[in-house]
């Protein structure tokens, strides 16, 4: 009998180590496929832009401040950095239109998160990878000053990937259980993390305000840019971002 005893106990820590080896590959293979993703939509944006009138092709750095839960009772996801790529080329004399990939990453902790009704602690990470897609009316130019004022809006997609931990508590047992000292998961919240962590495909809306400076006989343009975005589920957290870039005529 205690010999058996072994085994299972040895069976349910090997069964727990190959879960978290599961789950590692998986962030590798959500990294690797943001990264080829994000080189085909370059390789996209300079193919339409060669043809497109007044094209341009830049880089954006900023902040973004994910005001809602991720999921219920989660917490803020809060600041993180922002990273991007645009390619923006001209409709009408006022009118512009961009595409733009952008990466957000941020870890994140909660103290009493519902996952699909079961209560616990932990943390995780989450990584969006996102494209834009955007229209730009420009409202007006300083007299003095190449710089040129606008608003826009339009639709954005985003390929997220929510990562929890193993390091997770459950609140609402009679006694608190660590999944990682007893190596091995409960069955029922495995899948109360599996229902609501995981890649997911999210659409939501947006609208910008900004400013652009272009110097003449210079191919080459700066630009800061304000914007609001929200998701049309309650999946998408609503988020307020700030950013500023370079751009380069094609």
């Not at 069964?15 to 990264?35: F, I, K, L, P």
Request: glycine share 16%; net charge negative; aromatic share 8%.
């Amino acid at each position: 009998m205690a010999a058996h005893a072994e085994w299972a106990a040895a069976g349910a820590r090997l069964q727990g180590e190959g879960r978290g080896m599961d789950c590692n590959v998986m962030r590798d293979t959500s990294r690797r496929a943001a990264g080829l993703l994000g080189g085909v939509l370059v390789l996209i944006l300079c193919a339409v832009g060669s043809a497109a009138a007044g094209a341009e092709v830049g880089v954006r750095l900023g902040w973004a401040d994910n005001g809602d839960e991720i999921f219920e009772r989660s917490g803020d996801l809060g600041g993180t950095d922002l990273v991007g790529i645009h390619l923006g080329f001209d409709l009408l004399p006022i009118l512009r239109a961009e595409v733009a990939g952008e990466y957000v990453s941020e870890p994140f902790e909660f103290s009493d998160g519902l996952l699909d009704g079961i209560e616990a602690a932990g943390s995780g990470d989450y990584e969006d990878l996102s494209l834009w897609v955007s229209g730009r009316a420009e409202l007006f130019s300083l007299m003095m000053l190449p710089i040129k004022g606008y608003l826009g809006g339009g639709l954005n997609v985003h390929f997220v990937d929510l990562q929890i931990d193993e390091d997770l508590e459950r609140l609402d047992a009679g006694s608190l259980t660590r999944l990682r000292a007893t190596g091995a998961w409960d069955d029922e919240l495995q899948d109360a993390v599996e229902n609501v962590a995981g890649e997911q495909t999210q659409t939501g809306w947006h609208l910008l305000a900004g400013a652009r400076l272009s110097l003449s006989g210079i191919p080459i343009s700066v630009f800061v840019e304000g914007r609001y975005s929200d998701g049309f589920g309650e999946e998408l957290p609503a988020a307020k971002s700030l950013y500023g870039g370079v751009s380069i005529q094609l």
